[in-house]
């Protein structure tokens, strides 16, 4: 069956509803179709060939919220079964000693025992920040930091400054660099007011300093494909899109989703010895196939599951073969900080439910399963890829 605009699946699921026409001794006349044509907007194909539009008015996708009679066992997991690291952090709550502790209150609850804070923070701001952290006993190995990479006017002298200023950064304390943002790619310019591409060999010298380092850099390239697609009812990201209009990706502004990530592939190819966290899968945990194709031929880079739970939750088969093949090299992350949502991961990570719902109606129309993952790559993917490929993380009291 092909893909239906959600308007079209709750028509659908108001049109068989109503008994009445059924009822009254049979179907009302429809409107016919050849075969490889679609019904009509506001009808749907009640047999083959056959559309018809529903006796009521149909709700919008917004109003259609069936209640589901799917009787299953459900097992709320509040908290991670192993101590987490959360490798996509942004925890707000740095700014002073209090908000520290109100910090720690919201780790412990859900399960994590470190956050790395992918906030770009670099210099002063750094050093602050890591003073802070290590003033606190309680926190002290719960908080982790990234420093930033400022890109902004590449061009002659840059590289040379930048890796100044990483250098003071990892002497500060950063134990990674990130997160990188999409900014890199979309819309960054150069001194020169060029676009400055992911893979501009000006930028090798941070790279390669990275590597020298040990510093993983995390980075995050493009968004979800649908962006840069049409917003019409075939779009899997209408809703989204239309809420949020500055996530469209019009084709005359910016640079397109296969070219960012061209780029980024010919970066990290380029820089083998310098270890890259992919964020949110790459933006292909709708399509693991092509996921497993990178990772095979890239053994440089890992990849963090931020936000994009709902692809990995409506596939679970397939998603647990690939969680199970990659184990080393997919790491938790989270992204935006909302304590209420953490249980979601482990909800999909740790059990086998049916037919739950994801915590953001725009991002999925759909439901999620669990994906079961044994214990062995939950540990992996919880802690134990994190602490491998990072220095200065707290490596006692982690299970074995
Ligand atoms: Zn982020």
Redesign the pocket.
């Known amino acids: 069956m092909t893909l239906r605009p959600l308007a079209l699946a709750a028509l659908a699921a108001l049109a068989i509803a109503p008994a009445t026409a059924a009822a009254q001794g049979g179907m009302r006349a429809g409107t016919p179709i050849k075969p490889g044509e679609e019904c009509p907007a506001g009808m749907t194909e009640v047999r083959p060939g056959n559309c018809q539009a529903p006796t009521l008015p149909a709700p919008s996708i917004l109003d259609y919220r069936p209640r589901s009679t799917l009787v299953t066992t459900e097992h709320l997991v509040p908290k991670a079964k192993y101590p987490a690291i959360d490798y996509?952090g942004?925890p707000t709550q740095l700014g002073s000693a209090e908000a520290l502790e109100r910090l720690g209150d919201d780790l412990d609850r859900i399960g994590v025992r470190v956050i790395v804070a992918?906030n770009n923070i670099s210099g002063d701001n750094l050093v602050r920040t890591a003073a802070l952290v290590a003033a606190s006993p309680r926190m002290k190995d719960r908080v982790r930091l990234l420093t930033g990479i400022n890109f902004s006017g590449v061009g002659p002298g840059w590289a040379e400054r930048a890796v100044a200023q990483l250098e003071a950064d990892v002497k500060a304390g950063a134990v990674g660099i990130g997160?990188i943002?999409k900014g890199l790619g979309l819309s960054t310019r150069k001194a020169d007011g060029t676009r400055l591409r992911i893979d501009d060999p000006a930028l090798d010298p941070v790279w390669q300093a990275a590597g020298r380092l040990k510093m993983p850099v995390f980075i995050?390239t493009a968004d979800p494909s649908e962006f840069w697609q049409p917003i019409d009812y075939k779009n899997e990201r209408w809703l989204e899109l239309a809420l949020f209009p500055n996530r469209r990706y019009p084709a005359d502004q910016y640079p397109s989703f296969e070219e960012l990530n061209r780029e980024r592939d010919a970066m990290i190819r380029r820089n083998p010895g310098t270890t890259f966290v992919v964020?949110h899968m790459s933006w292909y945990a709708n399509d693991l196939p092509r996921l497993a194709k990178m990772m095979d031929e890239m053994p440089n880079m890992l990849v963090e599951v931020?936000a994009v739970l709902y692809d990995i939750g409506r596939q679970p088969r397939a998603a647990r073969d690939f969680f199970i093949k990659y184990q080393d090299r997919i790491l938790f992350g989270k992204?935006?900080f909302q304590p209420d949502e953490y249980p979601y991961y482990w909800r999909v990570f740790e059990t086998r439910d049916d037919y739950f719902d994801y915590y953001r109606d725009y991002h999925a129309t759909w439901k999620l399963y669990g994906i079961d993952l044994p214990d062995e790559v939950l540990k992996k993917v919880y802690y134990k890829n994190a602490l491998r490929i990072t220095g200065g993380m707290p490596q006692q009291g982690w299970p074995r």
């Open positions: 996509h942004h992918a997160e943002g995050h964020a931020g992204d935006s």
